[in-house]
Every structure is written in C-alpha cells, then in structure tokens.
C-alpha cells in the first residue's frame, strides 16, 4: 500500500523536451521502478519523436489514450503551466503533479474555478512542489532518491528542503517512509495537508506522520483541527518561519504572514492544543517523532 502512486503508476512527462524535464525525468526513471513507470511524453510539436525511448505525444489525451497513464508531471515554465495542469484536467488523468515555480497567482486561482466548475475528480499536487515518492517503487518530481528508506512514516511538507531534512532523519534513525508529498508552498494550490493526513490516515502502511508547514494562511491550522478529531495516528509537527516579522513576505509567495493566527508561533500552539508534538527546532523532527513511536 501506498499513497496517492505506486510501482504500477503510468506517468506522462509535459515538458519532457525542456532541459529541466529532461533531467528529471531521467532521474525518477532511474529510481526504483521508474524505467516501467514513464511511459509518455507530451510535445505539441514533436509528436511521433521519442526522447531516449519514451514516446512523445501531441496531448495528455493522446498520451493517456495509448499508453494507459494515469499521471502527468509538469515541467512547463511558468507562462505556459496552468494551460499544462488543464490539460492534464480535461484529460482526467488521476493525478497532475505540477513542478513550476512562479506561476501568476491569477492562472492558479481560474484553474481553481474551473476544477470546482467541472467537479473534476483530477487531484492536482503543487504547482511550485518537489512531487511525491514511495521509496523503493516511484518517485515523480525532484527529489533525491537516494535519502529516502522504505518505512512506515508519513511526511508531508510545504516546504521542498525541509521535506528532504525531515526524510533524512527519519532515514537516519532506521525508520524510513511510506510516502513523502510536498505540496508546494503557493498560496493557490491543489493538495493540502489536510487531503493528505486523510490519505496517511487510511493507509494500513503509515505508523505516524511527520507534517511541516510554514507561516501564512490557515492550511496548517484546518489540518491540525482535524487532526485533533479524526487522526488515528500519532503526528509530529515543525512550522518554518518562527522568526519571521509580520507582513513580510517570505520565500514562498504563500509564506506572507498578516500576524493573526498565520505565525509561527500561533500554529505550533493550535497544533499543539490539537495533540501534534511540535518542535521549533527542524534538526529534532526525527528525534521527536522516534519518542512518540514508543
């Protein structure tokens, strides 16, 4: 078992002849089963054209049609990626991954609208994330392989780098992951945390779960709430940020804190209030999470 992909996940690659989706097409195809599990490639003008053995494709549609995928992950640049997400939409595909950094705040709220409109059934991971892996079957985006350890750990972060702390501790202390999504930190995005706990709720294969969020919006608060009602499995939680000065933004375009219930501080106390052990120091997430596992 295992969340959201697995070793017989079928993945297109849009923007597979850009230099960035060259590369890490070719990294995730080297991991684990990743040689079976990229089996598309989508170029609006290189159809018929492969790129090192992978088909490519005029659309998602086209892709999904004759290779039977189920998942696309996008590496379009930013002018161009929402109409990518669309696609993979319109294609109803199970799940899009959209890697893009920088995409206008305006694109992502129309695909918003647009997926309520249709009631699409498309879940959409990101935009600007690092993707999602299953350690020793799939990893799509761009995270390291080599940290990750098969395991019964849940991490799910906004934060790419923090995600890759939290996986190497929890690797480091011998107890590795089910699976670790990162959702991005945009302030208009698909998957939260709360979609995910949910997910790692259900998941006979997850013991515990490491969740990591940062200053600004309310997504940590909704997910820790529910936590408190509905998690049946002990959480650990870091907030990025605590020294952040309200009203500025910071990293992400969604780490912009108004100074309410959005720092730091306030969301490592709701989730505390919410039975998540927290930590304000990030090099102790694993050590935390070894104690509640007792």
């Not at 070793?7 to 690659?13: E, F, L, Q």
């Not at 079976?36 to 170029?43: E, K, L, Q, S, Y």
């Not at 780098?161 to 996986?167: F, G, H, I, N, R």
């Not at 108004?258 to 730091?264: E, H, L, M, P, V």
């Amino acid at each position: 078992m295992s969340i959201l992909i697995n070793k017989d996940t079928k993945v297109i690659t849009q923007g597979i002849t850009g230099k960035t989706g060259q590369f890490h097409t070719r990294t995730s195809r080297a991991y684990a089963n990743g040689q079976a599990a990229f089996v598309a490639g989508v170029h609006p003008k290189k159809a018929g054209e492969d790129f090192e053995g992978i088909p490519i494709f005029a659309s998602v549609k086209d892709a999904k049609a004759q290779t039977g995928a189920n998942v696309s992950v996008i590496y379009v640049p930013p002018a161009g990626a929402a109409a990518a997400i669309w696609e993979g939409i319109e294609a109803e595909l199970d799940l899009v991954i959209c890697i893009t950094e920088g995409i206008p705040v305006r694109d992502m709220l129309e695909i918003k609208h647009r997926m309520a409109e249709r009631k699409s059934k498309t879940l959409l991971l990101g935009p600007n994330c690092p993707g999602l892996i299953t350690p020793d079957e799939i990893k799509i985006g761009i995270m390291p392989g080599h940290i990750h350890r098969k395991g019964r750990v849940g991490i799910v972060s906004r934060s790419g780098t923090l995600t890759y702390e939290a996986v190497a501790q929890v690797t480091e202390l011998g107890l590795g992951q089910s699976s670790a999504v990162g959702i991005g930190g945009d302030p208009i995005n698909g998957l939260k945390h709360i979609d995910v706990l949910k997910l790692f709720n259900e998941d006979p294969d997850t013991d515990a779960v490491i969740m990591i969020g940062e200053i600004g919006g309310p997504d940590e608060v909704n997910a820790a709430l529910w936590a408190k009602d509905n998690m049946k499995k002990p959480m650990v939680g870091f907030i990025a940020g605590v020294t952040a000065p309200a009203g500025k933004r910071m990293g992400h375009a969604g780490a912009l804190i108004s100074g309410g219930a959005d720092t730091a501080d306030a969301k490592l106390e709701i989730m505390e209030a919410c039975g998540i052990r927290t930590t304000k120091n990030p090099s102790e997430m694993g050590k935390i999470l070894k104690s509640v596992l007792k």
